[in-house]
């Protein structure tokens, strides 16, 4: 909980009583391992399905990757591949995901587009791993690379802005 409060710059305590609440009313479970309180979301709670996809839709990686990608010049499209869109799309795995596969297709500035992917790692606290290809690799690309993302579910990044705060 000290480092969900830190990420989220918000007081402990108020981390500590919204945490408290949301057990009570089931959504999260919590364990102590020492003196730390480990905290997770309850996937046996009736709210599970949709408090996370609405989550996943509004705060979750294709929506972040796809704002900070936005101002970049360059990209055509953006996909997230590989373990996390594979679980996106209810393909389960032997494994947790570890980072975020991200394939960029087009002729992007790189600098921005790596300074782009370090700002969303941040926000994630996941590690985005870009690959850049160029426009129309995914029809026309061969190799066993293609053929891996390919023949594996792919997830749309919306390139879209923040909105106005």
């Known amino acids: 909980m000290t480092a969900l409060a830190e990420r989220l710059r918000l007081p402990y305590p108020s981390v500590h009583r919204e945490i408290d609440r949301a057990e009570q009313a089931g959504l ?3 364990r102590r391992l020492g003196n730390l309180r480990l905290v997770r979301a309850n996937p046996d709670s009736p709210y599970y399905p949709g408090l996370s996809d609405v989550l996943l839709k509004a705060f979750g990686p294709p929506v972040v990757i796809g704002t900070e990608l936005a101002t970049v010049p360059g990209i ?3 996909l997230i591949f590989g373990s996390w869109a594979a679980r996106y799309h209810d393909q389960h795995g032997p494994r947790p995901v570890g980072d975020i596969d991200l394939l960029i297709l087009g002729d992007p500035d790189r600098d921005q587009l790596y300074e782009a992917t ?3 790692t941040a926000r994630l606290g996941r590690e985005v791993q ?4 160029k426009p129309g690799w ?3 690309g061969s190799g066993t690379f293609h053929d891996t993302v390919t023949s594996r579910p792919l ?3 919306p390139l879209e802005p923040a909105p106005p705060q």
């Open 138 to 140: 995914l029809t026309t």
């Open 130 to 133: 870009v690959t850049i290809r």
């Open 118 to 120: 370090a700002r969303a």
């Open 155 to 157: 997830v749309t990044v």
């Open 28 to 30: 999260v479970v919590s």
């Open 76 to 78: 055509d499209d953006a």
